[in-house]
């Protein structure tokens, strides 16, 4: 399974790239406005530093809702660097700019996913990755995990190639559940991947052989 940080922060991405897990690096518009960059040339600037940073794919959103804008804005952010993945909401334009971007060589994230209907049609329409919503549809009193095995499943009979982008991670739980049900990628935030490092006895085991060493 690939790990990718869910963030626009560069100290945070830079962290995480330090573990040596790290195989890209997922946005959205409020975490880019939540680094506080605005405008075009800033916002293509902050793609490309965090390409610069990752050796892997960093997913970038259209911001328009209608074909045209969508192909138009891709194929921009397509060129900022060869590991931009074009992230597309799960809407009817957004099919289409996704055959589009498909046709044309340019990969695709399929965002805001919350049922196997709009994941098939992601897939049909070639995404490279899918992104189920996993921490929004448990807010919701459903079982994003749920999803996520029953996409896997029919990805796996269908034989579709569009990888399983487990989104909207919110603790190291969900991560460990999100790759026992099959999910290809986990797009977390960092505290939730450092979560991954934590065990009570490991600290308890760790101090004892500390402690024993002295003796040595
Ligand atoms: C990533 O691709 C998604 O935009 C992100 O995981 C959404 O997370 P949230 O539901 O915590 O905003």
Redesign the pocket.
């Known amino acids: 399974m690939k790990f990718?940080i869910?963030t626009a922060n560069l100290a945070q991405i830079r962290e995480a790239n330090q573990l040596g897990i790290l195989d890209g690096v997922?946005?959205?518009p409020?975490?880019m406005a939540k680094e506080g960059i605005r405008g075009k040339e800033a916002i293509e600037k902050h793609y490309l530093d965090i390409c610069e940073m990752v050796d892997g794919d960093v997913?970038a959103?259209v911001l328009s809702t209608d074909f045209d804008g969508m192909v138009a804005e891709g194929k921009r952010l397509a060129a900022i660097h060869p590991n931009i993945v074009v992230?597309v909401p799960m809407i009817r334009e957004g099919v289409k700019a996704i055959r589009w971007f498909t046709n044309n060589g340019i990969r695709t994230?399929c965002?805001?996913v919350f049922s196997a209907g709009q994941a098939i049609l992601a897939a049909k329409a070639g995404a490279s990755y899918v992104?189920p919503?996993i921490?929004?549809i448990d807010?919701g009193n459903w079982d994003g995990m749920e999803l996520i095995s029953q996409i896997a499943h029919i990805y796996n009979i269908q034989e579709f190639r569009t990888e399983i982008?487990a989104?909207?991670?919110?603790s190291a739980l969900h991560i460990v559940k999100a790759a026992e049900a099959g999910a290809h990628v986990c797009?977390?935030?960092l505290d939730s991947i450092l979560g991954l490092l934590k065990h009570p006895l490991t600290d308890i085991g760790l101090a004892k052989f500390l402690e024993d060493a002295k003796k040595m």
């Open positions: 990718f869910d997922t946005t959205n409020s975490l997913s959103e992230k994230n965002t805001l992104s919503f921490g929004r807010d982008l989104a909207s991670i919110r797009t977390c935030p």
